[in-house]
């Protein structure tokens, strides 16, 4: 049961374009989303985060776009660079309350290639 | 400040074999976390603790799995017997204590079972 998804698993885009990674969800208990970047052979790092009392949180060349009614997120990189080419991984957690508090479930990645 | 750190960076093994991986979190984090990414897959939960009691341990594929954090500092997650289905790389993340909380992972293990 994939709870979060990313249906493309790869996106190439040329230098200077905007480049858009969408990520679905199902669990209406989300409320907290994260996108992690991955380098090959390094643990993912972390992006950017967006609470579900929002829908848009930017930072620097990254925004996080959420559309709650449609249970649905984007990240958007403009511009896109060359050293922006990794595995982007959306991740989402539920509230406290129960014993899932801060356990994240990820997305299977979207491998992102820019093009110089 | 240093980061998450795992070690050993790769392990092979045969099956039937048990392996134990380590993880140092960030000094000062609570939380830690042990996922796992097998084949490409996307990464999958395994287990949490906050300081040295297990929160959830909801994704623990199995009892040969086994995972501790000793005085609420490094975390271990020993493997015994592995099998060959326990392939992949398992990553630990920390974090400070609170909600909303960002996870930092370190570079993860590569597991071979062969």
């Known amino acids: 049961d994939q709870q979060v998804k990313q249906n493309s698993p790869s996106l190439s885009v040329q230098e200077g374009r905007i480049s858009i990674l969408n990520c679905d969800y199902t669990n209406s208990m989300f409320d907290y989303f994260l996108w992690y970047k991955k380098y090959p052979a390094e643990g993912p790092t972390f992006l950017i985060s967006?609470?579900?009392?929002?829908d848009k949180n930017e930072d620097g060349r990254f925004t996080v776009f959420l559309n709650k009614s449609a249970k649905h997120l984007s990240l958007h990189i403009v511009p896109s660079q060359p050293g922006d080419s990794a595995v982007y991984f959306c991740a989402a957690s539920a509230d406290a309350g129960g014993t899932s508090y801060g356990k994240l479930t990820f997305g299977q990645g979207t491998i992102l290639t820019v093009h110089p | 400040e240093a980061g998450v750190t795992q070690f050993p960076s790769h392990s092979v093994i045969e099956k039937g074999q048990t392996v134990t991986l380590r993880c140092d979190p960030i000094s000062g984090h609570d939380n830690l976390y042990w996922y796992r990414r097998v084949m490409g897959k996307e990464i999958k939960f395994l287990l949490h603790?906050?300081?040295?009691?297990?929160?959830?341990e909801s994704g623990m594929p199995n009892n040969r799995f086994l995972a501790e954090r000793t005085g609420g500092t490094y975390s271990t997650l020993k493997v015994q017997p592995a099998e060959l289905e326990d392939s992949g790389v398992y990553f630990c993340?920390?974090?400070?204590?609170?909600?909303?909380?960002?996870?930092?992972f370190g570079a993860g293990t590569r597991l071979s079972v062969l």
């Open positions: 967006i609470s579900s009392i929002k």
């Open positions: 993340a920390s974090s400070q204590r609170g909600w909303l909380n960002i996870q930092y």
């Open positions: 603790f906050v300081k040295e009691s297990k929160q959830d």
